[in-house]
């Protein structure tokens, strides 16, 4: 081999440039054979053909809840279940009410304060949170101020700066209205990562049309609201929106309820054929005459059709009954939810809900009001006042929600009815003779045993009252009777 007929070396560049060449042919192939496989095995996407969004938007859960419902019921059920009766304040378990409880009741009494928590509970809801906004007399130009006496990096309160402010008013926002503008972008701030400032655009829906207030944007800093968030799952801050884990069912809800009623339209004015005779396929039609023949059969009080040359034949009716597709898209809302299904019915159905599933139900807002409301939404409420000053500061207080599963007055009537029954059975039988009354009462009656002490002493009391003779003779002072 001659040194002409020796191989040629490529140089770095050019096997770089070759490598690319490859690269991009192979690229190229790749490309065509998943298209090609694409194309024999179509993958479908389940939310654009049913039409599904595929980002949900705060736009989007608002008016599935102003629009439906059903949306509405999903975001108030919790709230409405869990503010059904009003939780006590309390600073103490003492009878009487101390200078501090009677400031609280009339607080709530003047502003209504339990209307405003259970509003806010519900909007906070619809989207990913809700603010309270506190309306006070501090003096402030703007709502973009900070409340005099708060540190706005750390939250710390300097209550000899505030002086006992006042509460004007509340006012509950929900997220569609709601922008958070800044955070605490300080690392070593309690607060890292909380919203700072907020924007709220207060529309039409809560002003006239001539109130100038009406789209027009405020700033309000972090310490003249309450950030409210329910169902938080990573975030401190945000929440999901009650409506997420569902909205799909709510839309195919939509599209039933929509569709039955479209299909009863059509359905109620049943469609017409006009054919022409077999006989005579070539007749001429004054079709110009049928148009009019059937827009005054349609939209007058004309009950004939006069047409010539053309037989009519009604079209058959076909209705379906929506129900069962209703029944099974709430259903699995219910489900999901966590909510017996004759409870996210309604109150008449929920009367008819088994035992089982009332005391469950109860057991699930009794959490909510314990793990989330209290912790979460009342005791920082109560905590922003005592800051404000306007209630006075106190160490300890206590919030204690009703029992959910105590029996009502026929409940409480069958109970006493029971036990008696069983008490008249205990003593005609005997049985006392080997199960002693204490034990009875303890281990059968389930007594406690300050429940048991208490009927012990009454008992013996009045074994003795009754066995005292009721009619006794006066004494004399010597102590003997005197003769009549």
Known sequence: MTMDEQPKVLTNEQKKAVGQIIMSHNAQASWRRQAILDM??????IDFECGYPGTITIEHYKEMY?????AERVVRIMPVESWALDPKIMENRQSEDTTWEKSWIDLERNLNLFHYLRRIDELSGIGQFGILLYGLNDGAKDFLTPVPGFNPVTGEVDESKNKGLELLYLRPFDQSVVKIKKREENKSSPRYGFPTEYEVLLTNDESDDDNQLAGNPLM???????????????????????????FN???????????????????????????TDSKNPDVAIDYDSVD???EKYANSLQRYIALENLHINQLEIQVADPKPHLDAQI?????????????????????????????????RVSTRQKEYLTPCLLRPFIDRLMDYGVLERTEEYLVEWPDLNAPDNKEKADIAKIETETLAAY????????????????????????????LDVASLDYIKEIEEPEDKSPEDDTGSTPKG
């Not at 299904?341 to 599933?357: N, P």
């Open 249 to 275: 069912r709510l839309l195919d809800i939509r599209k039933i309820l929509s569709g039955s009623g479209e299909m009863f339209w059509k359905g109620a004015f049943p469609g017409f054929s006009l054919e």
């Open 220 to 246: 309000i800093h972090w310490t003249r609201v309450q950030h409210v968030a329910d169902n938080r799952k990573v975030s401190e801050f945000l929440g999901v929106p009650r409506m997420r884990s569902v």
């Open 40 to 45: 024999l095995n179509p993958q479908k996407d």
């Open 331 to 363: 259903r699995y809302i219910a489900i999901t939810l966590g909510i017996p299904f004759r409870v996210f019915m309604g109150s008449e159905q929920a009367h008819l809900a088994s035992g089982q599933d009332v005391k469950t139900w109860n057991k």
């Open 292 to 294: 009019d023949e059937m």
């Open 427 to 454: 003593t005609a039988s005997g049985v006392y003779q080997i199960v002693p009354p204490k034990e009875f009462f303890t281990h059968i009656m389930k007594r406690t045993p300050e429940e048991v002490e208490l």
């Open 66 to 70: 102003e629009r439906e419902g059903l």
